[in-house]
């Protein structure tokens, strides 16, 4: 094709943009996720994950996740002929994403592959697709998490499990979860759905949900009021009485159908003891949690990648913006946010291989909170990187941001998550000893993080002593606690500059409340190198 500068028309030459990141080796290019990944216990499934990664930052994925997005799921409530159908019309590039996910075993390897690591290598993939598109990662996360909740019920399992774990994408199957009424998410003991017990055993369900994400599915877990109190059961999509109302007309996640759906005597099947529901399903929640932080660490890196590789082609006032010192300052602060999230999910991914089950409780919703809550801000910064190109939707930027917001939304929103780390400490005794075990194996390195802890520690305490309502504080405390295991994993693992920089910004409070603000003597231009060789 003839270009713009050759046509005798020509107005000008396109000179100082950018070239697109295409292709890009989405794994090799990140040291700290490969080191993240060999120190948690993953390293057998780095070829993997390097596999996945060529292909996330092939053009081909890219086509595939912005026609998905571009061309939103439809649904169809009945046929030419007045039949109810309830369908979803969704992109074949939705399916194209889907299908690579569920043929590289993101949706089901701790549970086909059981090795030691397992999780900490699906988390490594699901970082890295994570970065292709996600909505996609929704159904995957909800299939994996649906597992450990399933098996309260053996002869489920051993009906479903077999699907939900294949690498089929045609044969295997799909789990989703409802949970939120109208009238309460967070409070899930005021659902007003009922469950009916029927002569053969099971339930009759009868009731809505105001959020079921990915209608398509196989099963669903859902809470119903059954006459023991609020209990957990299987039901399945194709189930007649399975409605769906309307898609949901969201914010982000646009490729991903969210919907609102209508119980009309669905055939309901008891996972775990009648009126323990939540305590059922929280077994799958705790993984869908963990999922909202490796999504949250993954949509930094990608911005962190994007606001780099942008910065080192484009000049202003003579020099390149990389080499802007203004610039450098946002571009390492970003670059420090997302390898503290990288080794923060990747440390909770691996407590999930052990049997550390104190830690893992408590860790999760610390992490769930905090990580999640800088995504918002991380990304709009990253955004700006790339100035007025930054707004375009083609730069992708856009998408990174509308998607943002949504890993504090669900799953326990903000003020929810922190408040369940409250509970934990409170309820399970060997909760903050094993946090604060972590956190100190780092005592001793950086006299800023110690400080922290201590301040942390005498916050703790005095939580549960002065006489006014914890609740109140539960965001603060909550933030350092994050601030400690990140600054706690950083003074360990990482380079001196990355871990000096965030104990100086976060910990010290030598930096100031946006992005870009780390204190002279940071070495920018180190720890942007390191964050993206590319
Ligand atoms: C895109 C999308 C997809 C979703 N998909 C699903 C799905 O598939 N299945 C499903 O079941 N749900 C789904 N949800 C619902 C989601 O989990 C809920 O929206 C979420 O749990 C919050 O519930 P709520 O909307 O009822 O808000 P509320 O519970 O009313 O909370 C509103 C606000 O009040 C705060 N709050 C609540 N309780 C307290 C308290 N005690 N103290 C202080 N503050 C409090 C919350 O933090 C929040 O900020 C989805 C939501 C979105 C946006």
Redesign the pocket.
């Known amino acids: 094709m003839e270009s713009a500068t050759a046509h005798p028309d020509a107005t000008h030459e396109v000179a100082n943009q950018a070239t697109p990141l295409l292709p890009y080796k989405v794994f090799e290019a990140d040291t700290p996720l490969r080191e993240a990944i060999e120190r948690e216990g993953g390293e057998w499934g780095i070829e993997r994950i390097r596999d996945i990664g060529r292909l996330a930052g092939s053009r081909e994925a890219l086509e595939h996740s912005e026609r998905c997005e571009r061309n939103e799921p439809v649904l169809r409530t009945h046929d030419r002929y007045g039949n109810r159908v309830d369908e979803i019309d969704l992109d074949p590039s939705w399916h194209w994403l889907m299908r690579e996910a569920i043929e590289r075993g993101i949706h089901s390897l701790p549970w086909a592959d059981p090795r030691p690591g397992a999780h900490a290598v699906r988390a490594g993939l699901m970082f890295v697709w994570d970065q292709v598109n996600a909505g996609v990662m929704c159904p995957i996360s909800m299939t994996h998490s649906v597992i450990p909740a399933l098996r309260e019920a053996p002869d489920l399992a051993e009906e479903w499990e077999p699907r939900l774990v294949s690498r089929d994408y045609e044969r295997g199957a799909i789990a ?5 009424e109208k009238q ?4 899930v003991r005021a659902n007003t759905t009922r469950a009916e017990p029927q002569a053969d055993g099971s339930y009759a369900i009868t009731g809505h ?1 105001w ?4 209608p398509p599915c196989d099963i669903f877990l859902t809470l119903a009021q059954a006459p023991e109190g609020l209990s957990c059961f299987l039901i399945e999509g194709r189930d007649p009485g399975f409605q769906v109302q309307r898609l ?1 007309d ?1 914010l982000g ?1 646009r490729s991903l159908p ?1 919907s609102e759906v209508e119980f009309r005597g669905v055939t309901g099947r008891l996972v775990g003891e009648a009126g323990r529901g939540v305590q059922t399903i929280i077994r799958m929640v705790n993984h869908t949690r963990l999922d909202c932080l490796i999504g949250s660490a993954a949509g930094m890196r990608a911005g962190t990648v994007q606001a780099i590789h942008h910065a080192r082609h484009r000049s202003a006032f003579g020099r390149t913006l990389v080499d802007q010192p203004a610039m450098a300052n946002v571009l390492a602060d970003l670059a420090i946010e997302s390898e503290a999230a990288t080794a923060t999910a990747m440390r909770i991914a691996r407590a999930y291989d052990e049997d550390g089950a104190a830690f893992r409780r408590v860790a999760t919703a610390v992490s769930k909170y905090w990580v999640c809550k800088r995504a918002p801000q991380h990304a709009l910064e990253a955004l700006e990187c790339l100035g007025g190109n930054g707004y375009v939707e083609e730069s992708g930027m856009p998408r990174l941001l509308r998607d943002s917001p ?1 890993n504090s ?8 998550a922190a ?1 369940d780390v409250l509970r934990a400490l409170g309820r399970e005794p060997d909760c903050l000893p094993a946090f604060l075990a972590e956190v100190e194996s780092g005592s001793g390195s950086d006299a800023r993080l110690d400080a922290h802890v201590d301040a942390l520690k005498e916050r703790l305490g005095s939580l549960a002593v002065d006489g006014g309502d914890p ?1 109140f504080d539960a965001r603060r405390v909550v933030e350092d606690m994050g601030l400690a295991l990140q600054g706690s994993l950083l003074v360990r693992h990482a380079p001196a500059v990355v871990a000096d920089a965030f104990c100086a910004s976060r910990l010290a409070r030598e930096g100031g409340r946006v992005f870009g603000t780390l204190p002279a003597g940071s070495d920018a231009r180190s720890v942007i190198d390191r964050a993206f060789s590319g």
């Open positions: 989703g979860m409802a949970m939120t309460g998410g967070s409070d949900k959020f079921c994400s990915y949901k969201k996640t969210s949504l939304i669900w799953e326990g929103s903000g003020n929810v408040l609740q």
